[in-house]
């Protein structure tokens, strides 16, 4: 905070428990005087707990964020209260303080004297849309353990299918399943691999003959009942993610100008755009600048640096959701053509290696967005030939020295201009 706080409130927060402290000016320039009570979570306790903050006149409040059980605290007292979710590593306890009357009333101390700096808390709408991408997600995560299982068990019966097909959950590859698992559970269906080959279609029938030696196994009853359960698992998760997709699109619908904006940059689609709208929201001035965001995602170099000795520059932690979600439009952007985004990688992948790059690109994905959404401006594509434009002069200096390397001699004349 940048400003002292007169009449401020700590909390510690546990799952059943939440220990308040609230400090009072003492009349005549007398020490001030703090009063501590301890109330429970249920709703019923989180507003005489708001009642009792505004008895005492209280304007701000701090709190650690532990786990999920600071939510409810918030939404309670974030209306009527300037609330700052802290990171509880920022929080040194001194020596001697470890109880949650003396946690509370550490943190009401350093809220007085401006020490605390309040985590990024979103508005509602962007919460309830980052709950939402962020159970799509770990549903997205499910189904695929489930689609591995499901090719560990073909493997275990002999079943060479993902050999061939490049899509085991693809139409030809799920006609194929079915009919094996048709004739697991009755007897005198056929499992011959020349007519579950026929299944396929499209350019999968390039392949028959190979499709025909990937179906010989011994595809028994007890592969059936497991393929059966891991196919009804995966259907499952396919409806849940059909309905979450609406869902997502009716409480995105504000924010679709943004979302569209986003979707201009390579290798961004419309999932990772709700995702990056979700995790930093619209309005951009929560974040002073770019690089600001970047840190705060854990999408920039670590700074770690003693006695003039530069130490590894790992990414601290960040925003996981954001970070993975961007990576993997980093990931497709890498694999467009004539794109910044494409050049970028790999100018980096040379001297850095591939991971470092798809980072770097992720990072570049992220500052676009942040200038997007605060300038409301649309992409504007540099074009692949950017860097070669940029440093044309270091160019020929380094081609010039792996030409002299090999032992030749080099002379540059500067071409002629067409007629």
């Not at 470890?98 to 309040?118: F, M, S, Y």
Request: charged share 30%; net charge positive; aromatic share 4%.
């Amino acid at each position: 905070m940048e400003k002292l706080v007169e009449r401020g409130s700590g909390l510690d927060v546990h799952r059943d428990t939440v220990s308040a402290c609230v400090r009072i000016p003492g009349s005549g320039g007398a020490k001030k005087q703090e009063i501590v009570q301890t109330f429970g979570t249920m709703t019923e306790e989180l507003l005489a707990l708001r009642d009792w903050l505004k008895a005492h006149g209280v304007t701000h409040v701090a709190m650690e964020s532990t786990g999920v059980f600071w939510k409810p605290v918030y939404h309670v007292l974030e209306n009527d209260f300037t609330v700052l979710l802290v990171n509880a590593s920022h929080i040194k306890n001194v020596p001697g303080r470890k109880t949650d009357v003396k946690d509370c009333a550490w943190i009401a101390e350093l809220l007085e004297h401006g020490l605390l700096r309040g985590s990024f808390v979103p508005p509602e709408p962007i919460r309830d849309l980052r709950d939402l991408t962020r159970h799509r997600k770990a549903l997205m995560q499910e189904r695929s353990r489930g689609v591995q299982r499901l090719h560990k068990l073909l493997q275990d019966a002999g079943i060479k299918l993902s050999s061939v097909a490049t899509n085991i959950m693809g139409v030809s590859g799920r006609a194929m399943i079915d009919a094996m698992l048709e004739a697991s559970e009755h007897p005198t269906a056929s499992q011959d691999a020349t007519a579950l080959a026929d299944l396929a279609k499209g350019r999968l029938r390039a392949k028959l003959p190979a499709l025909r030696k990937a179906l010989e196994g011994r595809f028994r009853k007890h592969h059936g009942f497991m393929v059966g359960e891991i196919l009804s698992h995966v259907d499952y998760l396919d409806e849940a993610l059909e309905r979450l997709t609406k869902e997502i699109d009716e409480v995105i619908r504000p924010f679709e100008e943004e979302v569209t904006r986003l979707t201009t940059i390579p290798g961004v689609e419309r999932k990772t755009a709700a995702v990056i709208v979700a995790e930093i929201g619209v309005d951009m001035k929560q974040f002073p600048t770019a690089q600001h965001l970047a840190s705060w995602a854990g999408l920039c170099p670590g700074n770690n640096e003693s006695a003039g000795k530069h130490r590894s520059g790992k990414t601290r932690k960040g925003d996981r959701w954001l970070r993975t979600a961007l990576v993997e439009a980093g990931l497709a952007a890498m694999r467009s053509r004539k794109t910044y985004l494409s050049a970028h990688d790999q100018r980096i992948a040379r001297r850095r290696g591939h991971r470092k790059a798809i980072v770097a690109v992720a990072h570049s994905i992220l500052v676009m967005s942040y200038h997007m959404m605060s300038r409301k401006a649309s992409y504007h594509e540099l074009g692949r030939d950017f860097f070669e434009q940029k440093d044309q002069e270091a160019i020929k200096r380094r081609c010039i020295r792996q030409l002299e390397r090999l032992g030749l001699n080099v002379v540059v004349t500067e071409k002629e201009a067409a007629a």
